[in-house]
């Protein structure tokens, strides 16, 4: 769950990789990696074997469950080079609200609908934030993870960079073995042991999963989503999630508005909001459900939005604001609302999203493939743009610019 577990330490990057791959040009999803041999991993194996039996694990259980372990070095060097960037907002919801998406996820819930009413009417939490969420974490099911999950954290854990938490993991992962809710075969997950539709980790699956297919198992990993959704409805009300009421919406700011009233520590009732000014994008007093915030992503020159007590639901499922606004937009969508009104600002190079699409485009027109053209510039776009530098023979320095694009006109 992208990892609120708690912290978007390894959340927003896992989501991001999540939300790429229908050709934006950013990092396809991990595939499953090969062990290797490691004594002292073996050894360490033995060593914790020891401790969790001794916490009630039974020998049957970690037979099983280490009958295939290894050792993983590609998880370490995912753990260590986990890049730290942030997209601007704009980035973020090109891919996490794409139309790829909302077309996915409208025939997501087309397919599931009386599995997702049912499981509103149980946990009154809105359908179409379940679906939202559902899609930025697994892009509705199609990567949940093929890494086998006691590798991954037994590795994590061995390395000893975060090995508490990774080890706390590891623990609640044959716990949950042992209770019989799944296989160590089919326990796969992402590098980080974020697992199923909407990627649990194991310790959020022990306090939040639920059976809601009624066969005895919390099968977050089957083809059928049913108990999976129903868990992240269930994670969502117990952090109090409020039906019915919005996660926020985008707003128009009076001239003059001070950017200093910003962010979620300035939060205020609705109405005096309303008293400034505020509206939204209709030209309505933004209506009143409890303290809000207002959030400015990208500074004066963006969208603005009011946020609300189930935004900080949401984000209790992943602390990141753009990943909260990534699900309440994409769940706006996904019932019909618009793209968001406001324009965004031109990037650090001068460049709008259209001219990075049409960047993009005209680089693929050449025969140098982008993967896609959603004006996101990743790692395919950038090694496009390598590509076609130097068959110019220009210098080779693989970013986008208004330069580039005019000479690809």
Not at 120 to 135: C, K, L, M, T
Not at 209 to 225: H, L, Q
Not at 263 to 290: C, H, Q
Not at 384 to 405: C, E, F, K, M
């Amino acid at each position: 769950m992208t990892i609120t577990r708690r912290a978007a330490s390894f959340g927003v990057l896992a989501t991001l990789a999540a939300c790429a791959g229908g050709g934006t040009g950013t990092a396809p999803q991990v595939t499953r990696v090969r062990a290797v041999p490691n004594p002292a991993f073996d050894a360490w194996v033995v060593s914790f074997k020891s401790r969790a039996a001794s916490r009630g694990i039974s020998q049957a259980t970690l037979d099983r469950a280490f009958r295939n372990v290894g050792y993983l070095p590609e998880v370490i060097e995912k753990d260590r080079n986990q890049t730290e960037f942030t997209r601007s907002l704009e980035d973020y919801l090109a891919i996490a609200a794409s139309d790829e998406r909302v077309r996915m996820g409208k025939a997501a819930m087309r397919q599931y609908g009386s599995t997702l009413a049912a499981i509103e009417a149980q946990y009154g939490v809105d359908q179409q934030v379940v679906a939202a969420i559902w899609g930025l974490e697994s892009k509705y099911g199609t990567r949940r993870g093929d890494i086998p999950v006691i590798s991954s954290l037994s590795t994590l854990s061995f390395d000893g960079r975060r090995g508490a938490f990774m080890e706390k993991q590891l623990m609640a992962a044959l716990r949950i073995l042992q209770r019989g809710d799944i296989t160590p075969e089919r326990m796969t997950g992402s590098w980080a042991g974020a697992m199923g539709h909407t990627q649990f980790i194991p310790t959020s699956f022990e306090a939040f999963a639920v059976d809601f297919t009624g066969d005895g198992r919390r099968d977050i990993w089957s083809d059928n989503p049913a108990d999976a959704l129903a868990s992240t409805a269930s994670y969502l009300k117990r952090n109090g999630w409020r039906q019915g009421q919005p996660w926020g919406m985008e707003v128009r700011l009076p001239a003059g508005f001070s950017t200093g009233l910003t962010g979620r520590g300035n939060a205020r009732s609705a109405s005096s909001w309303a008293t400034m000014g505020v509206t939204d994008v209709s030209g309505r007093p933004v209506p009143d459900y409890g303290s809000a915030a207002i959030l400015m992503p990208q500074g004066a020159n963006g969208p603005a939005f009011i946020t609300y007590r189930n935004f900080n639901v949401i984000l209790r499922y992943n602390n990141a604001e753009n990943y909260g606004l990534g699900v309440g937009h994409l769940s706006d969508r996904l019932i019909g609302r618009p793209p968001i009104q406001a324009g965004f600002p031109p990037d650090a190079r001068g460049m709008s999203i259209d001219d990075r699409k049409e960047l993009q485009q005209r680089l693929t027109a050449k025969g140098f493939d982008t993967q896609g053209t959603d004006g996101v510039i990743g790692g395919n776009t950038e090694a496009a743009i390598s590509a076609y530098q130097r068959s110019q023979g220009l210098p080779v320095t693989g970013q986008p610019s208004l330069d580039l694009l005019r000479r690809l006109r």
